[in-house]
């Protein structure tokens, strides 16, 4: 693959791999308003970025539909409603290097930071779907496939990126998916898709397909490499050695789970009291967080940290994070004392997080949602 046409780069990023580019916000920044601003949004690439012609691009829907469609991006803006979410991305890789760390796995390292909050705005999918008069569920329309324009991805013999949703996440008028043309209210950047991606809110970042080419209604998941042999969940006692038979038998990861972390202080800092921890916390699925609970004594005591999120009322439709905050007063010590701070999120549906990583650990790494944690010194 040839990555001469790369777009320039934020250079704060965190690289954790250059080529295909996969980078990530330092945490400070990451926590710095509530919408991550473009230049500072995560990347995860799987190949080099498509340079697309917007004037001659055009989006195919097929499959079993009754009118295939051959779409332009005029038709996108103008034959169908324009709607605007605010959602967090997340990858399913997001705090793998913290599992690799217990136990070694194989993927891009990443830390707590392969995750952002952004506005998106476009046509839903289900609109579209409709337009193409979507067959009925019975007759095995279950899935919507998505295939990018990247091609080049070295573990899927240099097809392009690919994955799919489920018909009835992708046609819930709640569901919000779209198909988006717009990121913090501009043009969609070559590295986040331009012109078309996928937005498919409370699901793992990696079915919200970039440079989208096409959306193929199967009654079958994609076929694509990163649908069938890559973020999937597995027990532990799953390895590399044993792997094989057990690739169709596990579920695609589709809904995120729980999760948050403490973005400052960063880790072995040294401080003085007062201080405030900063962070976020996500769900899937469209659930709030409801509360952040912060510990300083390793998980025995617990107590309320102050959540910033938005106000939905009683829908299922958050799917922007939640960031936090939680200001240290004093501490029981007359000296210097090295403290673990600890923070852990429960949503609506109380499901709350792992304590420990080995509980969840998988070949993959993915999906690390447990108790997050910062080593720091405090002075009292
Ligand atoms: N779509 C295409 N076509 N190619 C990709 O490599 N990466 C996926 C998804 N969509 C990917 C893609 C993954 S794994 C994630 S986590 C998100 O895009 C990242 O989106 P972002 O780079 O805009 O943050
Ligand atoms: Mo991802």
Known sequence: ??????????????VNYKDPFNAE?????????????????????????PDIDPDTYTLKIDGLVENALLLTLNDLKTKF??????????????????????????????GIASLSNGTWSGCRLRDVLLAAKILPFETGAYHACFWGLDFGCPEDNGLPYGSSISVEKAMDINGDVLLAYEMNGKTLTRDHGFPVRVIAPGIIGARSVKWLDKVTVSNEESTSFFQRRDYKIFHSGIDWHNIEKF??????????????????????????????????????????????DI???????????????????????YWAWTLFKYTIK?????KAT?????????DSA???QPKEVKDIWNLRGVMNNSWHYVDVTVDP
């Open 1 to 14: 693959a040839n990555y001469d046409n790369e777009p320039y780069r934020n250079e704060e990023f965190v």
């Open 25 to 49: 916000p330092r945490p400070e920044r990451l926590i710095q308003s509530f919408i991550t601003p473009t230049e500072h949004f995560y990347v995860r690439n799987h190949a080099p970025v």
């Open 81 to 110: 409603e324009k709607v605007t979410i605010t959602a967090q991305l997340q990858c399913a890789g997001n705090r793998r290097t913290m599992m690799s760390d217990y136990k070694k796995v194989k993927g891009v390292g990443w």
């Open 247 to 292: 690739w169709d038998k596990n579920p695609s990861l589709q809904e995120l789970s729980i999760q948050s972390a403490i973005c400052v202080p960063a880790p072995n800092s040294r401080l003085y009291l007062p201080f405030t921890i900063f962070g976020y916390a996500t769900s899937g699925g469209g659930r709030k967080i409801e509360r952040v």
């Open 295 to 317: 510990s300083l004594d390793g998980g025995e005591s617990w107590d309320y940290a102050e959540l910033m999120g938005e106000d939905k009322g009683p829908v299922n439709k």
């Open 330 to 334: 004093s501490i029981k010590a007359d």
């Open 338 to 346: 090295n403290i673990r701070l600890m923070c852990r999120a429960w």
């Open 350 to 352: 109380s499901n709350t």
